[in-house]
């Protein structure tokens, strides 16, 4: 009888050793059944999709909570918006998602914990919210009016859905974000840019 593909991931056996695999889901291996998620890195096209993959998986196995752990300086723009777009669709019949930041959630990676329906930090985490850079874009680029102004729209969308939840007003997030403030776990909770502070192990 063939195995569930979640219950296969939990199995070292069933890696295929003609693929290495992503380090994401090598590193998550022995927390699969404890439905959690650890993610450390860079946030590019390759750890959204398997980050996407594990979430839809357990969601469909169960509706108990996910806890997804966050210790990330943030990640690729596109990759960045295609992962916290899927976190933000709730559905009373999908699981929920616990973000838990064990160090950093800077940037897309602070996007990413706003996107969960919980928003937890250790104590010793910070939180740094600031706009998309625009380094790969040529200052000539005839591209460029145009992708400013998109990024400028999708960044105003992330604040104002921040601002929805929090205790800020979207000008106080957008000095925030123009300051690129560091922001400790007890700041970031008077803030309510995260609703406890509590030590939570994978």
């Known amino acids: 009888m063939e195995k569930p593909v979640l219950s296969s991931?939990?199995?070292?056996?069933s890696a295929n050793t003609e693929h290495p695999e992503n380090f994401i889901i090598q590193l998550n291996?022995?927390?699969?059944?404890?439905?959690?998620?650890?993610?450390?890195?860079?946030i590019d096209e390759e750890s959204a999709h398997h980050l996407i993959t594990l979430i839809m998986l357990m969601r469909k196995e169960s509706q108990a909570p996910i806890h997804l752990f966050i210790n990330s300086t943030g990640g690729e723009y596109v990759s960045s918006r295609q992962l916290i777009d899927f976190l933000s669709y709730k559905s009373k019949d999908r699981a929920p998602v616990i973000g838990v930041v064990v160090s950093?959630?800077?940037s897309a990676a602070f996007d990413l914990l706003q996107a969960c329906q919980t928003r937890i930090a250790w104590p010793c985490a910070t939180l740094m919210l600031h706009a998309v850079d625009f380094g790969e874009y040529r200052i000539d680029d005839p591209?460029?009016?145009?992708?400013?102004?998109?990024?400028?729209?999708?960044?105003?969308?992330?604040?104002k859905?921040?601002?929805?939840r929090s205790e800020c007003s979207f000008?106080?997030?957008?000095?925030?974000?123009?300051?690129e403030k560091v922001l400790g776990a007890q700041e970031a909770l008077k803030y309510g840019l995260i609703d406890r502070i509590e030590r939570i192990y994978p």
């Open 9 to 13: 991931l939990q199995d070292p056996a």
């Open 29 to 42: 291996r022995p927390f699969i059944a404890e439905r959690k998620i650890i993610f450390t890195g860079y």
């Open 104 to 106: 950093l959630a800077h």
């Open 143 to 159: 591209e460029i009016k145009k992708y400013l102004k998109q990024s400028l729209r999708e960044h105003h969308k992330v604040i």
């Open 161 to 164: 859905r921040v601002s929805k």
């Open 171 to 179: 000008d106080f997030l957008c000095y925030l974000s123009r300051q």
